[in-house]
């Protein structure tokens, strides 16, 4: 098993620039979560997806952001157009929804860097 | 408002000891919570789950307390080693409502050897 795979590692870019994240989740596993970590904020749930279908999204910053799922193995969070204040690391998890208390599994990040 | 808080200091233990991490909540009613260790560069890993009628759960070294009077979660590494440093992360799994995880900030860990 290979484990939830987030592309890019890292990411650089200009403000105003658009800028796409993107995930594979764990083959099996129902749910997906975007979280975003900060230093001063901590690990935010930013939007969750539960058969490829938006569940929760009232974390999402603003309209700059969106996410999609467009099937069970892939998904992308977007940012159009970036500001610095969107520097941070994006962590993409998944897990098999269950009865409850399903461990989420976390993908290795992606540092983003909006100069 | 909903409020999870860990020690925002580090924690700096000599090897061998007991480590004690404690994560305390404010106006939830979580059914699970659980325990994530985070390495730099890489994301949480799954540690253990208890749930709200469960007063301990063991895994090896670890054992994880929930209190849900006192709502508080204590985590504790015995016989720890210098590679038990990370930051350790607790988050809470409320049975109705927004069904996702909401994690604490974390408190790191060193293991002094």
């Known amino acids: 098993d290979a484990g939830v795979i987030q592309s890019p590692r890292h990411e650089v870019t200009e403000m105003g620039q658009e800028v796409t994240l993107r995930c594979k989740p764990i083959?099996?596993?129902?749910?997906l979560f975007w979280y975003r970590q900060t230093m001063m904020r901590g690990l935010e749930l930013l939007i969750y997806?539960?058969?490829?279908?938006?569940?929760?999204d009232s974390g999402m910053p603003e309209d700059r952001f969106s996410a999609k799922m467009p099937n069970a193995s892939f998904s992308t969070l977007k940012i159009q157009p970036s500001e610095p204040r969107d520097s941070a690391v994006y962590f993409c998890?998944?897990?098999?929804?269950?009865?409850?208390?399903?461990?989420?599994?976390f993908g290795n990040g992606t540092r983003l860097t909006v100069t | 408002s909903q409020k999870i808080e860990q020690n925002s200091e580090a924690l700096n233990i000599q090897e061998g000891k007991t480590a004690t991490l404690t994560c305390n909540y404010t106006n939830y009613s979580p059914a699970y919570l659980q325990w994530y260790r985070q390495d730099p560069g890489r994301g949480p890993v799954f540690l253990l789950l208890i749930r709200e009628n469960e007063k301990e759960k063991r895994k090896e070294r670890l054992k994880v307390t929930f209190d849900t009077t006192l709502k508080q979660s204590l985590f504790h590494i015995t016989a720890s080693q210098p590679a038990d440093s990370a930051t350790y992360l607790c988050?809470?799994?409320?049975?109705?409502?927004?069904?996702?995880?909401?994690f604490g900030s974390g408190t790191r860990l060193q293991v002094q050897p």
């Open positions: 998890a998944s897990t098999l929804t269950g009865t409850g208390g399903s461990p989420l599994h």
């Open positions: 988050a809470l799994d409320p049975l109705t409502g927004r069904r996702a995880l909401t």
């Open positions: 997806f539960n058969n490829n279908v938006p569940i929760d």
């Open positions: 083959s099996g596993h129902n749910s």
